[in-house]
C-alpha cells in the first residue's frame, strides 16, 4: 500500500499515511468521546474530546510501534523495509523481500504481536498504579483504554489468518514442518480465508441480533481479511514463479526506432498498427531523444496527427524511468505498477538493451505456470 503523506522516517525506514486514515481516525475520536462522556458526566467537553484526541493520537502511536518491530527485526535479518503506512484498518510495512526461512518469518511475524501486549501491559499497570480501576481521572481513563486496546490488538493479530501476523506464525510453522514456503503459504492462505469467512457470518448474525455497525463493521473486516489473504498468496505465488529472472531475461530485444520528423498519422500508421508493439524509441538528430507510445498519441487531437512530429510529442527521455538489466523482475513489475507504467527501457552503460513490458513478464509467468502444471 502507498503512503499518500510522507511524514518522515524513522530508523531511516520511511513512515507514511494513507488517505484512509483520516477516516478511521476522525471515527476512533468520534467514539472515544462517546466512551468518555459515558464513563464520567461530570467531565466538561473541553476534557472528554482533549482525551479522546490524545487517546487517538497515542493509540496509532502504539500501531506505528507495532509495524516499526517488525521492520526492525527484518531488517536485523537483511530483509530490506521499503516504508511502514498507517492506514484505516491498521498499519502494514512494506518489506521488499521473504524470508529466507521458517526461524525469520516466525520471529518477524511474532514480534508485533508481543509488542502490542507489552505496550498494553505497562500501560495498564501504570493507571492501576496511579489509581486501580477509577476512570474519574481522565489521565487513568486514558492509560486503561490504550492498555485493554494494545493487549486485544496483540491478541487479534494472533488470529490465524493469513495476512495477520498469526496467520504469518502458522505459515513459519507449516514452513518448519513441511520444509515447503509454497505449501506453507497455500495452507495459511486457505486458512485465512476460512477465519475471514466467520468474521463475515457473524458480523452479518450481530447486524440481524441488533448490533447495527458494530456487526456491519465485524463483516467488513471479514470482508477486507478475505480479500488481503487471496491477494497475499497471489503476490507469494507471483514472487515464487519470478524468483531468479531480471529485467535482462525478459525484456524484447528488437526495439523498433521511430524518427523524430516522423508525422504522427506516418508513425500510427506504419509501425503502432503494423508492428503490434507498443513501446517506440525516437531518434532525433542521430541521438535517442526519447520514447513514444500510444498513450502519447492519444492525447493529441486527430486533425492534428498528419501535421506533428513525434519528437513534438514523444517523452523526453530525461523523463523516462529505466531500470537495470540485472534488476529482479518482482522489483521491475512494482516498480511500474507504482508509476503506472506498461513498459520501461532496459539501460545500461547509457545504452537502451531493450523494453521490459508488462507482457512479457505475463507470458513468462504463463510459461512457468504451465511447465509446473505438466511436471506436476
Known sequence: MRSNIKLGKIFGIEIGLHYSWFIIAALITFSLAGH????????????????AII???????????????????????????????????????VIEKESPDAKTEFLVAIVGPLTSVVIGGVLYGIARLMGGDSEANPVIAVLLW??????ALGVFNMLPGFPLDGGRVLRSVVWGITRSMERSTRIAARVGQGVA???????????????????????????????????NYMEVELKHALQGLTAGDLMSRDSVVVEGPTSVQD???????????????????????????????????????PSTPVQQIMKPIQQVRVVAPDMPVMEALEMMAQADLNQVPVVANQQ????????????????RVELQQKAA
Open 36 to 51: 468518555f462522556q459515558i464513563v464520567n458526566r461530570d467531565w466538561k467537553p473541553g476534557v472528554v474530546w482533549g482525551a
Open 55 to 93: 487517546t487517538s493520537l497515542l493509540f496509532f502511536l502504539g500501531l506505528l510501534a507495532h509495524e516499526l518491530s517488525h521492520s526492525l527485526v527484518a531488517r536485523a535479518h537483511k530483509l530490506p523495509v521499503r516504508r511502514i503506512t498507517l492506514f484505516a484498518l491498521g498499519g502494514v510495512s
Open 197 to 231: 469467512i466467520l468474521f463475515i457470518l457473524f458480523g452479518i448474525f450481530q447486524f440481524f441480533r441488533g448490533a447495527g455497525l458494530g456487526g456491519l463493521w465485524i463483516a467488513f473486516i471479514g470482508w477486507f481479511l478475505l480479500q488481503a489473504a487471496g491477494a
Open 352 to 367: 537502451v538493451l531493450g523494453i521490459l513490458s508488462r507482457g512479457d513478464i505475463l507470458q513468462a509467468l504463463r510459461s
Open 267 to 305: 508513425f500510427v500508421d506504419h509501425y503502432l498498427l503494423r508492428t503490434g508493439k507498443r513501446c517506440f524509441m525516437v531518434s532525433v538528430q542521430g541521438r535517442l531523444g526519447g520514447l513514444i507510445t500510444a498513450h502519447e498519441v492519444k492525447t493529441l487531437d486527430r486533425e492534428l496527427w
Open 146 to 151: 490504550l492498555g485493554t486496546i494494545n493487549v
